[in-house]
């Protein structure tokens, strides 16, 4: 069967974590959309590792799939094996020949685009990620497969590097270098597909997948990203050029509908708001220079909000596992969680950090929005309405910190009541039945209630 793994918010709920701890019972751990722009943490014996690229499952011996939604940037993957492989660990990971390639005049092209857009820039990790997409659905871009074939990669790369080059010379005004040099690319590209001929890399990933489903073994589908920043149902233009809810699952791994929609698909919730990049974001707290619209520390910030802010962004290390850059924090925001939970249909929700927020004497949700004189409770289409939206707070009590270790140890009962009503609500409102409550970073800080292959 499989598990899908999705980031219900903006990104960053804590998607690695869960895909760690229910990842114990899969075998294959694939990803379906996205590439090195998501920041993954796992924490495991102690040690932190921070995945990009890698499907999470693989620090435990899992077999990892990067499935064909995905974009991949070889110098990323190649890096990160071989740092696992210096941290004794012995990573098996597949990549499907359908992926496609993220070429270095990606990546200078998302730089040069997020300067030119201003108000309108997401704020992107600049990874090259929307310029690849692009290039896919422009019928342009290079696979993974391409890369095993050097005339058909050549041939690709004539076609398509002059007009990269053309569009950065002649419409941004910008110097190429060798990233946009057809020779230097074409010999650098094909050695990467060399290595990945030589470890047997390459897989046909819907096949593959379907496979091993059919030998028996569990297959865990793990999201990147989240719902709010998906191309089609989050804040456009402020997301990223994926996929990340469930649907992509299917599309992104050749899998069909109906074998991912037998199985479980789990939202991913982070107990508060937080936010890398720009765009409006109605419960708010306090704002971060840069990133939160009109944001001027000397004259925009509420004290109170900004001491919330801070505590809770330091109390939840909120500063980007890939970039480093602060996180935009605030309170939850229940429609973008009605919003995720009809977009996804999710079984089952995994709601993370409510350690984080021990401590705080009130902790409070947007429960729905006021919005041109009505009451509504789910996301609006556009984004200029959303801006427009004001929340409407709900209160609760807050809860004191406790040894959550000993939390996690004791099971669910054990979380401090302020904090189970809290949950509580947030699962009745999304008609979804809590699987697992994070109450720490570790594996084992982490209430199981429910264990989606059993
Ligand atoms: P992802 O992108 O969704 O996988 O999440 P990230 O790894 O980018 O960010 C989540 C961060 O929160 C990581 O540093 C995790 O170790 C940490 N984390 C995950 N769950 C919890 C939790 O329940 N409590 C606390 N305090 N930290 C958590
Ligand atoms: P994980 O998997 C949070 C955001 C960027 C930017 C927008 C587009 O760790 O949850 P991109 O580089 O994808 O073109 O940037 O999306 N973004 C993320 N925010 N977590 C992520 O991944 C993100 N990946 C991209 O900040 O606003
Ligand atoms: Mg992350």
Redesign the pocket.
Do not use: M
């Given at each position: 069967m499989t598990v899908t793994i999705v980031?219900s918010q903006l990104?960053?709920?804590?998607?690695?974590?869960?895909?760690d701890l229910y990842g114990d019972a899969a075998d294959v751990v694939a990803r379906y959309q996205g590439g090195d722009n998501?920041?993954?943490?796992?924490?495991h014996d102690g040690e932190?590792y921070?995945l990009s690229l890698v499907p999470?499952g693989a620090v435990r011996g899992k077999v990892g799939v990067l499935g064909n939604g995905c974009v991949v940037n070889p110098e990323t993957l190649f890096e990160e094996i071989d740092t696992l492989h210096d941290k004794g660990l012995d990573p098996d990971v597949r990549v499907a020949e359908r992926a496609h390639v993220i070429l270095p005049y990606h990546r200078v092209l998302d730089g040069i685009e997020e300067d030119e857009k201003a108000d309108l820039a997401a704020g992107t990790t600049k990874r090259g990620i929307g310029p690849t997409y692009e290039d896919k659905a422009g019928r342009r871009g290079i696979r993974v497969g391409d890369l095993l074939d050097p005339d058909v990669l050549r041939e690709r790369l004539e076609y398509v590097v002059p007009q990269k080059r053309a569009l950065a010379e002649e419409v941004f005004g910008a110097d190429v270098g060798e990233a946009f040099d057809v020779e230097h690319l074409f010999e650098t590209y094909r050695e990467y597909g060399e290595r990945l001929a030589e470890e047997n890399m390459t897989v046909d990933c819907g096949t593959y997948l379907q496979d091993r489903i059919d030998a028996g073994d569990n297959v865990m589908l793990e999201g990147?990203?989240?719902t709010s920043i998906d191309i089609d149902h989050g804040i456009y233009p402020y997301v990223t050029s994926s996929n990340p809810t469930a649907g992509g699952a299917t599309v992104g791994t050749g899998l069909g509908p109906t074998v991912v929609g037998q199985g479980e698909v789990i939202g991913?919730v982070?107990?508060y708001l937080?936010r890398v990049g720009t765009g409006p974001l109605p419960t708010e707290l306090g704002g971060v220079e840069g990133q939160t619209p009109g944001y001027d520390p000397e004259t925009g910030a509420d004290t109170d909000e900004e001491e919330l802010a801070t505590y809770i962004r330091d109390?939840?290390?909120?500063y980007?596992?890939?970039t480093g850059r602060p996180r935009r924090v605030g309170w939850l925001d229940m429609p973008m969680l009605r919003h995720a939970a009809r977009a996804n249909g999710f079984t089952g929700l995994a709601i993370?950090?409510?350690?984080?927020l021990a401590g705080l004497e009130e902790v409070k949700v947007g429960h729905s929005y006021e919005l041109d004189g009505e009451t509504v409770y789910t996301m609006p289409p556009t984004t200029e309405k959303w801006g427009d939206c004001e929340a409407t707070f709900k209160s609760f009590d807050g809860w004191s910190e406790v040894d959550?270790a000993e939390v996690a140890a004791e099971g669910y009962e054990a979380i401090p009541e302020n904090a189970r009503t809290y949950l509580e609500y947030v699962a009745d409102e999304l008609e979804a039945s809590i699987y697992a409550?994070?109450?720490?970073?570790?594996r084992e800080?982490?209430v199981v209630v429910e264990n989606p292959y059993e």
């Open positions: 980031g990104g960053d709920e804590g998607k690695g974590g869960v895909v998501a920041g993954h943490t796992v924490v932190k921070k999470s990147a990203q989240g991913i982070k107990a937080s109390e939840g290390g909120e980007g596992t890939v993370n950090h409510i350690d984080v959550w409550v994070g109450v720490g970073p570790g800080e982490t």
